[in-house]
DNA sequence: GCCAACGTTGGC
DNA sequence: GCCAACGTTGGC
């Protein structure tokens, strides 16, 4: 078993909050819609355990709400494939499926949510991309450190 | 609602 | 390969 990785993950609670995550059949989502290629390489560099902080974006305020942690490796997300879909690629074949997926679980809400205000208070988390001008990765790595100093940060 | 920053597309 | 135009993200 190797070490677990870290990562973060937004959602708009207006379409998909850490209490709809909470909510699902197993507490646990496909993560489908993701269209950039580096959210999706990095989702396909996710392993079952790794430790996943849940986002609200595009929320009053923003903030990192809760836990959860991935519970199956990448696979193709059906819904490039659906032409109802919105999230429909044309240029995607089955036969070499350009988006991928994982399943994710709730794990707990934190606490004390962290509002981005606070998180960019903290020096510890200076680096975190997250924080990063312009940053808008929607799939996005967390280093160690800055998962210890988050958790410790939201009361646990 | 505004708009800055970003990623993608497509003409050349 | 350049870059303008466009669509999207997401904080405010």
């Keep these: 078993m190797g070490s677990k990785r870290y990562w973060l993950m937004k959602s708009e609670p207006s ?79 089955p036969s070499n499926p350009r988006w991928d997926m994982v399943d994710i679980r709730f794990v707990r809400k934190l606490v004390r949510p962290l509002t981005l205000d606070e998180l960019r208070k903290e020096s510890t988390l200076k680096g975190m991309v997250l924080l990063q001008k312009g940053s808008r990765l929607s799939v996005q790595p967390v280093s160690p450190l800055e998962w210890r100093h988050i958790l410790r940060r939201a009361g646990r």
Aim: charged share 20%.
């Design 15 to 93: 379409s998909f909050s850490i209490d709809d995550l909470s909510r699902s059949p197993d507490q646990t989502t496909c993560w489908d819609g993701v269209r950039n290629y580096q959210a999706r390489n990095f989702m396909r560099n996710m392993a079952v355990g790794d430790h996943v902080l849940f986002y609200h974006s595009n929320a009053d305020p923003p903030a990192i709400v809760g836990i959860a942690e991935v519970v199956t490796t990448a696979y193709p997300d059906p819904t490039q494939f659906d032409t109802t879909d919105t999230h429909y690629d044309p240029e995607s074949k």
